[in-house]
């Protein structure tokens, strides 16, 4: 059917999916973690932004434990980013400390991306260094134990 101007012409490369769930519990964020990691692939990046505390290392933790992680998952604030072993190695990136990167931070953080399923959290601080993401993940506080998690792709990833 031709386009008649009332409507945008849609096609399958136009789609954007989005999933958009409440979490009651840290166990309920991991398992939506999970989900999403059951779609992924070695070169896979994910962004994972959300205010201080709203659970982007919760949700990390248990996509990384979907990926086959047995090590303990831990924010690396501090450290910049981590590095699992897994089937298919899974690194988890936070930017939070870092203002802008420049060409020989972007070296250090490279290995990062080499093979792996990457978790950025933090990722507007990466700024066009970083690897096009195959989904965007988005967390708020509802409350003190219910999270608004928002799951953005391009991809149709049957969530």
Known sequence: MPNDGRSPATSVSDTITVLEVVT????????LAARLAGLLRAGDVVAVSGELGAGKTTFVR???RALGVREP??????????RYDAPVPVAHLDLYRIAGIDPEEWADLE???DGTVAFVEWPEHGGDWLPETRATVTLNHVDESHRQVSI?????LGL
């Open 73 to 82: 998952v831990s924010s690396p604030t501090f450290t910049i980013g981590h």
């Open 152 to 156: 953005d792709s391009d991809d149709d």
């Open 111 to 113: 290995p990062y991306f």
């Open 62 to 64: 248990g996509a990384a």
């Open 24 to 31: 009651g519990s840290p166990e309920e964020t991991e398992a």
